[in-house]
Nanobody, 123 residues
Framework: QVQLVESGGGLVQAGGSLRLSCAASGRTFSNYAMAWFRQAPGKEREFVASISGSGNSRDYAGSAKGRFTISRDNAKNTVNLQMNRLAPEDTAVYYC????????????????WGQGTQVTVSS
């Protein structure tokens, strides 16, 4: 079973940036599409971004497009989320996820989940 560990969360002021990282176990990382989800207080968990196993295809939620960038380094078994121009509405626990499918769509059916990392954006 693939283990995922997120890091990079923290407190940042509005307009600032954070870079989240997710480290995965195993030696078949390129077989997995990877994604970031988030869950804000009182809200359902929502999709943020995903990337194909090869890294050639990406998918972004409307709230992330133009501000966030998902990337991966298959040699290091990591996936990253660069978040720029953060706003208080981005405050949430961010989760890394993966699945036994190398394609970016659909935005569901993920098999592996990390424990999450807190991102707090102050006014």
């Amino acid at each position: 079973q693939v283990q995922l560990v997120e890091s990079g969360g923290g407190l940042v002021q509005a307009g600032g940036s954070l870079r989240l990282s997710c480290a995965a176990s195993g030696r078949t990382f390129s077989n997995y599409a990877m994604a970031w989800f988030r869950q804000a207080p009182g809200k359902e968990r929502e999709f943020v971004a995903s990337i194909s196993g090869s890294g050639n295809s990406r998918d972004y939620a409307g709230s992330a497009k133009g501000r966030f960038t998902i990337s991966r380094d298959n040699a290091k078994n990591t996936v990253n989320l660069q978040m720029n121009r953060l706003a208080p509405e981005d405050t949430a626990v961010y989760y890394c996820a993966g699945r036994n499918n190398r394609y970016v769509g659909p935005r569901r059916d993920y098999d592996f989940w990390g424990q999450g990392t807190q991102v707090t954006v102050s006014s």
